[in-house]
């Protein structure tokens, strides 16, 4: 990323979905689509899962998600492969979004920031996912170095699983989720005014994103949530895997839908390992979302 005038995530994310659709396609390299692939569950095979997967769709995707869990699974080595994966999405011009799921107090999270959004960190991606139940402000290294990076992170809102519900829903009208979503809009809102201030023009996103399940169904009209004023971007996995459809997508977000990065993994990524193939299953999948 050049040192020079650096845009923000917001504005990159918005520029890739303009351009490209609204598709997201996470890199989970499981044991099981590996031996499908005919690879080995090894490190050398998680680079080449990655890569194939990079090279298949990285025209068609606005971004990548790998599931860092995944790389985790082999210890140094797979975060190596995991390192080279995130430096070929930069050198491809994919923005990459390390699923990681960070959270702690806050002299913990800046080590977490350091390590995934710091210029010149081997880890660093254009955003992160963190969880947010240490207390959004707990977060605050990771929202601050996102923004003066030009990075984003994606704060866990409403999950896709459906035990999710069991902490998220809690609180009614006044639930934790709707304090989760209350807290990225303002921060979106400080930001968007620092950048209007230093003549940056009005900017359509914002750089801190919340993860909103793509299967949770009615639960955001229940908890009297509303997305579509916000400047938030919104990352919505469970599209079909999990069950969720480009239609289930536009009527849970309704008008915020344009704000939604839809995130699909293992329903695009057992197409592989033909390039031409996994090139096809995104292709199905943008026009499921472009309705
Ligand atoms: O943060 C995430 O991406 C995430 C949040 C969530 O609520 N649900 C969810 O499924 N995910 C991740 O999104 C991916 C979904 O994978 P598939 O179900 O194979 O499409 C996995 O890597 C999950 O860890």
């Given at each position: 990323?050049?040192?020079t005038?650096?845009r ?5 994310l ?14 989970d390299p499981?044991p ?17 899962f ?16 790998p ?6 699974r ?31 107090i ?16 081997a ?18 290294p990771?929202?601050d170095?996102?923004?003066?990076s030009?990075?984003?992170v ?12 069991s ?9 934790v ?14 930001e ?9 023009g009005?900017?359509?996103l914002?750089?801190?994103g919340?993860?909103i ?8 009209t229940e ?8 400047h938030?971007?919104?990352l ?9 459809t ?15 990065l ?6 695009i ?8 193939a996994?090139?096809?299953?995104a ?9």
């Amino acid at each position: 990323m050049p040192d020079t005038v650096r845009r923000s995530f917001g504005a990159r994310l918005q520029l890739a979905m303009d351009t490209r659709g609204q598709l997201c396609v996470g890199i989970d390299p499981h044991p099981a689509l590996l031996a499908a692939w005919g690879l080995n569950d090894d490190a050398a095979a998680l680079e080449r899962f990655s890569l194939t997967v990079l090279e298949a769709v990285g025209e068609q995707a606005a971004a990548v998600k790998p599931q860092v869990a995944l790389f985790e699974r082999h210890g140094s080595a797979g975060l190596a492969a995991l390192e080279r994966v995130l430096a070929a999405c930069s050198e491809a011009g994919v923005l990459s979004i390390a699923d990681a799921k960070r959270g702690d107090i806050g002299s913990t999270m800046a080590a977490y920031a350091d390590a995934w959004l710091r210029d010149g960190s081997a880890l660093a991606a254009d955003a992160l996912t963190v969880s947010p139940y240490l207390g959004f402000e707990s977060l605050r290294p990771a929202l601050d170095l996102a923004q003066a990076s030009g990075r984003g992170v994606f704060v866990l809102g409403l999950t896709s699983n459906p035990e999710g519900a069991s902490v998220q829903h809690v609180g009614g009208d006044h639930s934790v989720a709707a304090r989760i979503v209350d807290a990225a809009a303002a921060e979106n809102s400080r930001e968007l005014g620092r950048a209007a201030a230093a003549g940056s023009g009005s900017l359509p996103l914002g750089s801190t994103g919340l993860v909103i399940g793509a299967t949770v169904g009615t639960a955001l009209t229940e908890l009297g949530i509303h997305l579509a004023a916000a400047h938030t971007p919104i990352l919505a996995p469970g599209l079909g895997a999990q069950g969720a459809t480009g239609a289930d997508l536009r009527t849970t977000f309704g008008a915020a839908y344009p704000n939604v990065l839809a995130t699909s993994s293992r329903d695009i990524l057992k197409a592989g390992p033909s390039r031409d193939a996994l090139r096809d299953a995104a292709g199905q999948t943008l026009a499921g979302l472009a309705g």
